[in-house]
Structure formats: C-alpha cells, structure tokens
C-alpha cells in the first residue's frame, strides 16, 4: 500500500499523455486531408523564421505592453513547467526534489527562485490579460464573432494557469516550512523569494501542525500535476493549440514575396498543351493528372492545401489581422480571422464524421456558402494587411484567393465588374471597352 500514490500518478501521467497523443493524432490526420504542398525549400530561412516568430516573439513586439505581458506567459509557463519532469520522477519513485541531487543545492536555488519570479511574472500577464479582454473594452476582443465559446475559451486558459501559478505558490510555501520544522522527508532546499514575503507569512497566521500542511502541500502538488495534464489535453478544444502549432506554422509559412499569386499547375499544363502543335488535342488526359487537375480552387477544406488547414487550426483569434482589415474597419462582413475560424469550424466537422464513419461521408456541406459567404470573399480588397499584421505568420488571404478562384474558374460567379473586366481583356487585351485599333489614338492628341 505504500506505493499507492506511484500507482496512482503513473497511471494518471500515461492516460494524460496517451489522451493528448490521441488528440495530436486527430489533428495531423485532419490537417493531411488537405493537398499536399511542398513547403522545405529555403530551410535555413525558414529555421531563422521559426526561431525568431515563434521562439522570439518578435512581431509581438509591434504592441510593447501586450508583447511583454505575453512574454511573460510564455517564457514562464514553459520555463516553469521544466519542474514537471522534477514532479514526474518524484511522482513515479517517491522522492523529493531529486533535482537537487542531480545539480546541487546552490544550482537548485537559484533555479527555484527563479521560477517563482518567473510564476509571479506570469500571475501579472494572466490577470492584466483577464481585466483587458473583459473590461477594458478592446474592440477587437469584443467582436461579435468571439462571443460564446472563443471568449469563454480564452477566460478559462487564464483562470487555468492563474490556478495552476497558486497552486504553484501554496506548494513552495507549505514545503518550505516544512523544511525549516526538520519534518521528515522533506530537506533544506530551494529559494522561493515570492513565497517568504506572500504566502509563508499567511500560512504561519495559523499556526497549521505539521500534518495540516503536509495536507496542503501534497494537494497543491497533486493539483499542480493534474491541472497540467488537464491544460494539455483541453489545448485540442482551445485556440491555445497555438502554443504548439505556432513552430510547423511558422516554418511552413509562406516566404515569397506578399500577393504574388500562385500559378495553377493544371493551368500551366492546359495552357502549354494548348500551343503545342504536336499534341493531340482529343487524347484523353491520364488518370493521375485528372485527379489532381478535377477542380480549380477551393469549395471545401479537402481542397485547400495542407498549411493553410494548419494554419486554420494554429490561428490565436487575437484578431489583429481583423484589426487592420480596410473592409472590416469600413463595415463589411469580411474578418480575416473568421475565415481561419470557420476553416478550422469546418476542418472540426469533417473529422467528427469520419470518426463516425470510418471515412468521410457526404454531410451535404460545404466550407463555401455554409461556412463562409460570397460575401465575405468579394469584400476582400487583396492588400495584405492581414497577412502583415499576424504574429505567428498565418495566411487567411490565401484562402480567400483559392475560394475566390473556385468561383470564378469552376462556377463563373464572379461580381459584374469583375466579368466585365476579364470580358475585355479575352476581346480588347485591356480591362477598358474600347478597340484594340484605338490603343494609340492618346499619342495623337495635342
């Protein structure tokens, strides 16, 4: 019976594991649904990429006071939870802070200090992100779109890592008095700078016994253990995936140059087909080359490529893209994070049905008209603002470009304007109605 509390840890620690596996597994399953892209030229540009985006947190630095609160976050969340691997091995063997075995008492408490510095740090990001997103009335967090389940979503993660940095605390604190009565099995290590001056002193008010706090630091242990395994596997259900999905996002990100627009090869194909004098214009095309080549543009998500599904499921929904978008800001329908939203809404539905179905089964929907509007993709005025202005890279504007061009190459649907123009161009090789014989009158005129 004395090795109960192994038991119980090693199996809480493999189901959450295996779960959240489970959950990556779906994701990379979803995201293969779409075309395949090849994304691994330029690797040293794309390793720079990644470092500097989505290590570095470079673009967040565009809005200081938001970009250090979150730096906060991140660098502390992810420094702080290091203890986790310290807290695996004492779970599984029984041990206490066997760190300090391995690096040495004085290593181990500059270590301990400064994750409380860093948790603390990481207290003041969580509450100042909580008061701005619900009362300090950013209109790009207050949006339409985000209410229900996105707002809910990003106040839970704060409130999860804000519980997960007391439990944090009230176990240093409880520990560490502890150590200073001799209580058995714990020892003299560790600084906690946070702890002496907040917590130690609140505790000691009351006098607790020694085996009240023992009680108090194994819960605040074991909350701390599970609560991490708890945000781990929530992250599928969350827009916080992109704590993860941020690092392939960025490497995959698009490195050419912004609103060069990408050549169909099935176009390429048709079109050199076309003047070759020597082919066979009634042959019929090879099986491979009618599968690849069967639709232009994207009507659902099989049909957008992979990094753009990725992105959809990497987007933050911090709506900075939305910001900055002139048909937003003017009051059109288009939000360029709706459209990574409805994708991923989308991606979401289309995985649920093949788990259901073993593989996917005609629902009657699609991403076009169900998901996301005409409208929305004709409002689009093309400037890569968005693009511009997300921290991690995505491209929601390719997407628009490869459902716009689904509408206009596969169902002609394209706004009068636009008709008229390419009319033009296929008659007079200008975008204005006038003769090609015309085309120099303007050199005659005084």
Known sequence: MQYIDNIIFLILLVAGLGLFAKSLRKIYRNIRLGREINRNNRKGERWATMVNVAMGQSKMGKRP????????????????NIELLEIVVDGIFGTHRFLATIVGNGFYSVFTATLEILAFLVVIGVVTFFIRRNFYGVKRLTMKEL?????????WILIIEFALMMAFFTMNSSDYILQMRGFEGFHHLGSFPITE???????????????????????????????????MNYLYYSKHLHIILAFPSTWYANLEKKGKFNNLE???KEIKLMMDPNADP??????????????????DVFDLNQVQLLNAYSCTECGRCTAVCPANI???KLSPRLILMKTRDRLEEVG?????????????????????????????????????????????LSIIFEMRRFLVME?????????LMMTNVENNAAPWQYNQADRLNWATEN
């Open 266 to 268: 099935s176009v390429t």
């Open 352 to 396: 649920k049905n093949i788990d259901k179905n073993g593989s996917f089964v005609d629902d009657g929907k699609k991403l076009l008209n169900d998901y996301i509007t005409k409208e929305e993709l004709w409002a689009c005025t093309t400037c890569n603002a968005c693009t511009e202005a997300c921290p991690i890279l995505l491209d929601p």
């Open 65 to 80: 006071i938001a970009g250090i609160l979150h730096l906060f976050v991140y660098v502390g969340f992810i420094i702080i």
């Open 147 to 155: 209410f229900g389940w996105p707002k809910q979503d990003a106040n």
């Open 411 to 419: 169902q002609s649907a394209a706004p009068q304007e636009l008709n």
């Open 197 to 231: 001056r907040s917590f130690i002193p609140f505790l000691e008010v009351f006098s607790f016994d020694n085996g009240f706090l023992f009680l108090i630091e194994r819960a605040a242990w074991w909350f701390h253990f599970v609560g991490i395994l708890f945000f």
């Open 282 to 299: 009634y042959a019929a095309p090879a099986e491979e080359e009618t599968e690849v080549s069967s639709k232009f543009g994207a009507e």
């Open 330 to 332: 003017t009051g059109k």
